[in-house]
């Protein structure tokens, strides 16, 4: 069973940057494809950013593109989300997560989720 805690959340201000880190643990967290997804107040739970076992492939949604990345630190088992300049609209609750079996671009089932950080971005 793995677990995933997210952290690094918080209140920043429009055009701020933030680093949310997802730590894993009791799996093998160097073979899952691993995800962040975001849900704003109201709406329903989105598709943020994947990336495959190794760090090389990665894949985000039309949104993000340009200003999120994702990485993973496979000797730390941690994966992370860098955000550069946020927008009121990226406030929400983000979440990690991870799926047995191989990389898919889009329209994953991922077996195993985190908690959420929430990230507020507000003046």
């Known amino acids: 069973q793995v677990q995933l805690v997210e952290s690094g959340g918080g209140l920043v201000q429009p055009g701020g940057s933030l680093r949310l880190s997802c730590a894993a643990s009791?799996?093998?967290?160097?073979?899952?494809?691993m995800a962040w997804f975001r849900q704003a107040p109201g709406k329903e739970r989105e598709f943020v950013a994947n990336?495959?076992?190794?760090?090389?492939?990665?894949s985000y949604a039309d949104s993000v593109k340009g200003r999120f990345t994702i990485a993973r630190d496979n000797a730390k088992s941690t994966l992370y989300l860098k955000i550069n300049s946020l927008k009121p609209e990226d406030t929400a609750d983000y979440y990690c997560?991870?799926?047995?079996?191989?990389?898919?671009?889009?329209?994953?089932?991922?077996?195993?989720w985190g908690q959420g950080t929430r990230v507020t971005v507000s003046s």
């Open positions: 009791g799996g093998t967290f160097t073979t899952y494809p």
């Open positions: 990336i495959n076992w190794s760090g090389g492939r990665t």
């Open positions: 997560a991870a799926k047995t079996g191989a990389y898919v671009i889009t329209g994953a089932v991922y077996n195993y």
